[in-house]
């Protein structure tokens, strides 16, 4: 079976400081892609940032880059220079490019940020 | 704009009333599915769909129907709520896989309460 996990229910950090959120998976496929997914206290979930698993270099986004170890299925999320704005709950998520096409997310990190 | 769009927002029903939670989206995406979202378990798939008039069920689809009968739109069915039903549902979209829009589009969310 595939899976997601994220070992970190919670998580806070001081406004400005850098958090690494953490998430494994495990999966027999060898092409697939990975996500985090970022909700906010509106419960809307929006994408904050994607690898493929082909690729390996880290993708990042602005003040987002991830840590990708395909051989280890380690996908952790780094926020550099935290904001307020960044307090959400994180999924982790994971989808193989072959078979049901469906979507597997982990429980989730709920990310404080501290003035 | 690209959007998924879900309604309502907000629920309160009894059980055994049916109801049925909309969602559309403009995107012209092949893939739709349901989520519900629980405490501490994350995001579970209700049901999926690759395309019209092609659904099949997810890992929690007791209790539930969908239809596609038309691709933009996925509509989620509860028969017969009960109080277990109580939860955050999404609807989401995505491309195909192999494409660049392989990440999924969520609709606002559906907060059901089965009173």
């Known amino acids: 079976a595939q899976t997601v996990t994220q070992s970190q229910p919670e998580m806070s950090v001081q406004e400005a400081e850098t958090v690494t959120l953490s998430c494994t998976y495990d999966?027999?496929?060898?092409?697939?892609?990975l996500f985090w997914y970022k909700q906010p206290p509106s419960r809307q979930m929006i994408l904050v940032i994607r690898q493929e698993a082909y690729k390996q270099q880290n993708a990042t986004e602005n003040r987002f880059s991830v840590n990708f170890q395909k051989a280890a299925k380690s996908f952790s999320l780094k926020i550099s220079d935290s904001q307020l704005g960044d307090t959400a709950m994180y999924f982790c998520a994971f989808i193989p490019f072959s078979g049901t096409y469906k979507y597997i997310f982990g429980t989730g990190t709920r990310l404080k940020v501290l003035a | 704009e690209a959007q998924v769009t879900q309604n309502p927002r907000y629920l309160i029903t009894v059980t055994g009333k049916k109801l049925t939670v909309t969602c559309s989206q403009n995107?012209?995406?092949?893939?739709m599915s349901w989520y519900r979202q629980d405490p501490g378990l994350g995001l579970r798939q209700i049901y999926y769909?690759?395309?019209?008039?092609?659904?099949d069920k997810g890992d929690v689809p007791e209790g539930y129907k969908v239809s596609r009968k038309e691709k933009r739109n996925f509509p989620l069915i509860l028969e017969s709520p009960s109080p277990n039903q109580t939860s955050l549902y999404f609807c989401a979209s995505s491309g195909r896989q192999g494409a660049r829009d392989t990440e999924a589009f969520f609709g606002q969310g559906t907060r059901l309460t089965v009173v």
């Open positions: 769909s690759m395309n019209v008039e092609v659904t």
């Open positions: 995107m012209n995406h092949e893939y």
């Open positions: 999966t027999s496929e060898n092409n697939y892609y």
